[in-house]
């Protein structure tokens, strides 16, 4: 007796659903990540048990390091640039070039005194991110009784509320400090903030879990 043959027939899945489930996944992550901004100069961050999150927009971000120097970042690039022509013109210096406005712009903080800052956007963006962990805004007064850090956060705030690209809006002041920067560095800062009636601000620090220890 002749053996019966089965007949074999393909198996064919579809794949549209699966494809259009990593087309969704893949435009969630995008749409909800936060892109971290590179910073020249590294800071740990002391450690504390709260979760108050930082904003991420509308930001003055202060950097100090261990040795006390001080950097600044602002998300908002339109305020940037009215921050420094306002500073600039203030002191009597020269308004920056289009290569130095377009170098300034494009590095991820500031810090450097203003009489150095033509000079040092002239150069490439090697040798800025070599000098600029050296430098640091000056914290010192100068004519007129304010530092050049004050400087910065009053044309800073100044620029935010007189927005022109965008809609008028508060800049929050957020210090990010080392954890081996002295206290009398942060004191410091502290007091020059509240001498310009800047009581509002976030220290940020890193979560630290806390431990339970077992009962036995």
């Not at 004519?143 to 004050?150: N, R, T, V």
Request: aromatic share 6%.
């Amino acid at each position: 007796m002749g053996k019966v043959k089965i007949k074999k027939s393909d198996i064919w899945i579809d794949m549209t659903p699966m494809s259009d489930v990593m087309v969704l996944l893949l435009t969630f992550f995008m749409m909800t990540s936060t892109f971290v901004t590179p910073e020249p100069v590294q800071v740990n961050t002391p450690q504390s048990q709260s979760k108050v999150k930082v904003p991420d927009v509308d930001v003055l971000n202060i950097l100090v390091n261990p040795d006390g120097k001080v950097f600044m970042s602002m998300d908002k690039v339109p305020d940037l640039e009215q921050t420094v022509k306002a500073l600039l013109e203030n002191n009597g210096l020269p308004a920056l070039n289009p290569t130095q406005l377009k170098n300034f712009k494009e590095d991820p903080m500031f810090g450097i005194g203003l009489r150095e800052l033509h000079s040092y956007l002239d150069q490439k963006q090697g040798e800025r991110v070599k000098i600029l962990p050296q430098k640091g805004i000056p914290t010192d007064s100068i004519a007129g009784g304010m530092s050049e850090f004050q400087q910065w956060v009053k044309e800073a705030k100044k620029s935010a509320r007189n927005s022109e690209t965008l809609e008028s809006h508060e800049l929050k002041i957020c210090i990010k400090a080392d954890s081996k920067t002295s206290y009398k560095t942060v004191k410091k800062l502290m007091s020059e903030l509240q001498d310009m009636e800047e009581n509002r601000y976030q220290l940020i620090t890193s979560y630290k879990v806390q431990e339970t220890k077992e009962v036995q």
